[in-house]
């Protein structure tokens, strides 16, 4: 097996720690042994960054320095665990057969395919709903072996079934994270949310990825909407496919931090603050 020094412009919740893994330029010290160097580059606004690493590491190293991920559109046909991801947070399936507009997934992996199941107690699938039932009952039979269980890659409301709320029911959950990207969206994750509550899940287990940018007004609509249905909302703040990071202004940095923040959700909604008060 391959030893691979894997290179990341910034350390994130989702970055690997062993002893391979180094942020930035080269470090001012011996390197481990190894046989190659891997930049990886998650967003298009880091090419730059991480083209002048892998020029650093490459002056730092003799073996082959390779750049990649998916802001260059790398082959992503496989899934190894612990390598650009820590081990503990697992891919069992690539891909999907949905086509969002917003969404570069379809794009980059193609149609969903589904991947061999690791140990893992973070589930990070783009849409894992969208797997066979054999395949869901070999992810939970693993699951009944984890604790702190979280899916976090975005379930289909419209896809959560009685398998899906009976299994998530006999092992030991921490978060199910939902998407209400659009206004069309909202009553499917409202029913989702209410067949949850039902089965026993507080908010403090039901996540939704908001989907925030266009209009502040409509946002705040939809993030209310997600509260008001028993689900924890997190804004995301929309960035396109391109290589330069787009740059809200005050407002929306103030609207989107706001409500990617629990405790403040909590007291904003307590308050009824109005949107006019992001200062727009």
Request: hydrophobic share 35%; aromatic share 10%; proline share 6%.
């Given at each position: ?6 290179v ?16 930035g ?25 991480c ?30 665990p ?5 081990s ?19 794009k ?29 009952d ?32 006999a092992?030991?959950?921490s ?26 899940f ?5 996540k939704?990825y ?27 703040l929309?960035?396109?496919a ?32 109005s949107?006019w008060?992001?200062?727009?």
């Amino acid at each position: 097996m391959k030893r691979i020094i894997r290179v990341f412009p910034r350390r994130t919740s989702y970055t690997p720690d062993d002893d391979m893994v180094f942020i930035g330029e080269p470090p001012g010290l011996m390197i481990p042994p190894h046989d190659e160097v891997h930049v990886s580059c998650v967003f298009t606004w880091d090419r730059e960054y991480c083209e002048e690493l892998r020029f650093q590491w490459e002056g730092w190293t003799d073996k082959p320095v390779r750049l990649g991920g998916p802001a260059y559109g790398s082959p992503v046909e496989s899934f190894t665990p612990g390598l650009y991801l820590k081990s503990n947070i697992i891919l069992t399936s690539r891909g999907c057969n949905n086509n969002c507009p917003w969404c570069l997934v379809p794009k980059r992996e193609g149609k969903l395919q589904e991947l061999p199941i690791y140990e893992g107690n973070v589930i990070q699938d783009n849409n894992f709903l969208q797997t066979s039932r054999k395949h869901k009952d070999q992810v939970f039979s693993m699951l009944r072996r984890q604790k702190g269980i979280c899916f976090k890659g975005g379930l289909q409301n419209n896809l959560i079934d009685d398998h899906f709320i009976e299994n998530i029911q006999a092992i030991r959950i921490s978060e199910l994270w939902l998407a209400c990207d659009t206004d069309g969206a909202v009553p499917s994750m409202q029913n989702t949310a209410k067949r949850l509550t039902k089965a026993g899940f507080t908010r403090e287990h039901i996540k939704c990825y908001v989907l925030i940018g266009d209009d502040m007004e409509a946002n705040e609509r939809r993030l209310q909407a997600v509260y008001a249905a028993g689900a924890m909302p997190f804004a995301q703040l929309y960035q396109p496919a391109q290589d330069t990071k787009l740059d809200y202004d005050r407002a929306w940095k103030k609207f989107h931090r706001m409500w990617s923040r629990p405790a403040a959700i909590r007291a904003h909604v307590e308050r009824g603050t109005s949107m006019w008060d992001y200062g727009t």
